[in-house]
């Protein structure tokens, strides 16, 4: 029996962003351990083979947070260590950054889909901090993540999603101190869909008491809806 033209046209999609996926782990990870450290990767990479020899850990700003400690210390010991191993993670997570695009597929029309996915694929700032051992390009997977599964909250009305949303701020919150900052433009951009509510009232007949009343009113079901 056919798959109906809407299924084929999603598998299509997600095709694309798997392919995307695939491409920007091939750009991420070949030769990863050609160049030599650069002197900031070399200093944490000195504190994580420190952590490694002592257990000891505390936070410096310098250093940022303890993602890279903890997972790098785990691969020294089951592949050894050189600049290709401590460049993993981040190689990784940024190779997987694409994937992200998927989250928005309600939001976005299939060729949005694809072209995000294939924008977080290739784009050279991403491509060259993800070869790099540091905490940039986590925070920024991370955090994207997060509000992506946020969205799939609000358009499922799946709790899980939520849960998942928090787990990826938290690891956020782990790589770099900036995670605030995305924060901060999550609040901000929430702040001005809200204006643009309240600002286009009037041609929906309304005013913008009566629609911020509204929107309080709607997220508060919404909230309720989730706890139940």
Known sequence: MAAAPGRRRVSAVAFAVAAAVLAALALRVVLLG?????????????????????????????????????????????????????????????????????????????????????????????????????????????????????????DTRRGGYLVAAGAFLGLAFTTKENALVYVGMFVGATALLLDERLFTARERASNWSSTLHGELRRTARGVVAWRR
């Open 34 to 154: 050609d160049r030599i450290f650069h002197w900031d990767e070399a200093r944490v990479g000195y504190w994580i083979l420190q952590y490694q020899a002592t257990g000891e850990w505390e936070y410096r700003a310098i250093v940022h947070g303890p993602f890279l400690f903890h997972v790098n210390e785990f691969l020294f010991g089951a592949f050894g260590r050189s600049s290709a191993v401590a460049r993993v993670p981040v190689a990784v997570v940024g190779a997987l950054l694409p994937a992200t695009a998927w989250l928005f597929r309600t939001r976005l029309d299939d060729v949005e889909v694809v072209s995000l996915a294939a924008l977080l694929a290739v784009n050279p700032v991403l491509v060259y901090y993800s070869r790099f051992m540091r905490n940039d390009v986590l925070v920024a997977a991370f955090s994207l993540a997060a509000l992506g599964l946020a969205v799939r909250a609000l």
